[in-house]
T-cell receptor
Framework: KAGVTQTPRYLIKTRGQQVTLSCSPI?????VSWYQQTPGQGLQFLFE???????NKGNFPGRFSGRQFSNSRSEMNVSTLELGDSALYLC???????????FGPGTRLLVL | KQEVTQIPAALSVPEGENLVLNCSFT??????LQWFRQDPGKGLTSLLL?????REQTSGRLNASLDKSSGRSTLYIAASQPGDSATYLC???????????FGAGTRLAVHP
């Protein structure tokens, strides 16, 4: 079974631009979560989607948004990029709540 | 508010040693605890998941224990190898659907 895939793997943007990241979960998994990883803050939860509904959101500004499609693929969008948004963005999927979460390789975003 | 702490932050050991990584959490009301491994610049690899009703889980040379009442978990690695060098992260699932709260990690270096 293929693992969680994320595209693109690397991105370079400038301040003020917007960016869209994509995540394809493991086949059959309906829960998709997003995390931001930075050297200073570590891994922080962004949001989680299940069957196209956002069930939980972390403490991030409204510039961070996401959605999930009927095939469980998910996208996250960051508008008006700031230098502090430079990070590794990780996506995870699981079959059910409280089960093992499987992470993708991440998208490394650099904001200049 | 759930907080997760990992000690030590870094560890360097010679090959063949048995070692213990520690994880503590402030709120004992958890659903499960998951241990991950992260290689530099990569995503997270799930190692072990312990449900709140379990005391320990084993996979090969890895053994994870959970003491919910004291808010502690340990990851025991037997007969360490250079290939075990990575950052080890623990994460607790304490509500909010699939939201994981991560510790800052223990950076492990196993030298030949």
């Amino acid at each position: 079974k293929a693992g969680v895939t994320q595209t693109p793997r690397y991105l370079i943007k400038t301040r003020g631009q917007q960016v869209t990241l994509s995540c394809s979960p493991i086949s059959g998994h309906r829960s998709v979560s997003w995390y931001q990883q930075t050297p200073g803050q570590g891994l922080q939860f962004l949001f989680e989607y299940f069957s196209e509904t956002q069930r939980n959101k972390g403490n991030f500004p409204g510039r961070f948004s996401g959605r999930q499609f009927s095939n469980s693929r998910s996208e996250m969008n960051v508008s008006t990029l700031e230098l502090g948004d430079s990070a590794l963005y990780l996506c995870a999927s699981s079959l059910q709540v409280q089960e093992t979460q499987y992470f993708g390789p991440g998208t490394r975003l650099l904001v200049l | 508010k759930q907080e997760v702490t990992q000690i030590p932050a870094a560890l360097s050991v010679p090959e063949g040693e048995n070692l213990v990584l520690n994880c503590s959490f402030t709120d004992s009301a958890i659903y499960n605890l998951q241990w991950f491994r992260q290689d530099p610049g990569k995503g997270l690899t799930s190692l072990l998941l312990i449900q709140s009703s379990q005391r320990e889980q084993t996979s090969g040379r890895l053994n994870a224990s959970l003491d919910k009442s004291s808010g502690r978990s340990t990851l025991y690695i037997a007969a360490s190898q250079p290939g075990d060098s990575a950052t080890y992260l623990c994460a607790v699932h304490s509500g909010g659907y699939n939201k994981l709260i991560f510790g800052a990690g223990t950076r492990l270096a196993v030298h030949p």
